[in-house]
């Protein structure tokens, strides 16, 4: 089986929107920090309230009417673990704010807003909002102290954004990167200068970077089949694998069953593997092991990392800056 790599050139700028996003470390040594422009720290405005966002909760149907840091409070307490670093809790809330712009922008714009909606969460999943209230329940003990820290981390940072060109970036993230980030256009087919590769070697000494999934080659035929109608295995499982491609991230382009290409993302998604980074064996006795590394799509910034990197004594500006390249980080302009 031949496994090669591939790098991907990155074209000029285009427009990307419509992403949908996907959710301690030993030390190391401090990675080395990025040179910041020197406007990437502005200053907090504290009448900022921001036009709003309508939220279509699944979980129950209802569109619910917050202000922008109402959901970004929401936001930041269901994606990133409150005990992690003020500075790491601030960097998600800016990206948590700013995906959630795009999402609003290319609603309106479009007409046709979910459900009447900007865009949706599911709370009782706590999948893209944790209704404060609710935050003893999962913050446990220390509650109160770990939503203060939230609210504090939120509130600084409530008028910042980020950009490229002047528009709003696509500020994709992921728990846990397979070591290094990788190009948007090998997972969303679309690449942009701001979502490219960079270093996150520092989320191999997480927990949960590595995980292994085992199939027997009945299980595994059949997945395939639902991902692929028209995908007809052929001869013994042992002759089944073939070549397979990944980029310089570890992100899988695509692997071969029986001269047929799945894509990396394909076979996630059909055998709901942790990411689409993996390495790929078969014998007898186990069956298709897939070893897994890291966790989430790998696009953006690594949730991980940027806690690992606070905990280095970076600040939120300097974690955008490196997992969010070029992109300028600036006061948001009220409509």
Known sequence: MKRSLKTLAIP??????????????ALLPRAQQPELPPDTSPELTDSY?????????????????????????????????????????KAQAVASHTYALLLRQNARQNGEPEG????????????GYMDP?????????????????????????IDEALYCD?????????????????????????????LSPVDSSWDRSAAGYLSTASFDPYTLDSLLKLQH?????????????????????????????????????????????????????????EGFVFTVYGYGHGVGMSQVGAGYLADEGWSYQEILAHYYTGAELKEIEEA
């Open 133 to 157: 209230a609710d935050a003893e329940s999962y913050l446990g003990t220390g509650w109160e102290d770990y939503l203060k820290k939230v609210e504090d981390a939120v509130s600084e940072v």
């Open 229 to 285: 109608p028209d995908y007809q295995s052929q001869g013994e499982p042992d002759q089944w694998l073939g070549e397979m491609e990944a980029t310089e991230s570890g992100t899988v382009l695509w692997v071969e069953f029986c001269g047929q290409q799945f894509k990396g993302t394909e076979i996630r998604e059909a055998l709901g593997l942790r990411s689409a980074a993996f390495d790929l064996q078969y014998s007898q006795e």
């Open 116 to 127: 009447g909606a900007d865009f949706s969460v599911d709370s009782s999943l706590c999948q």
């Open 166 to 194: 002047g528009q709003l970036v696509s500020a994709c993230y992921h728990a846990i990167s397979p070591g290094r980030t990788e190009d948007s256009g090998n997972v969303f087919a679309v690449s942009v200068p701001y």
């Open 12 to 25: 000029a700028a285009v427009a990307l929107a419509g992403l949908l996003l996907t959710p301690m470390l």
């Open 49 to 89: 309230t921001g036009e709003g966002f309508l939220v279509l909760d699944l979980s129950d149907g209802r569109v619910m009417e917050l202000t922008e840091y109402e959901y970004v409070l929401g936001s930041v307490l269901s994606e990133m673990p409150a005990s992690y670093g003020e500075e790491a809790l």
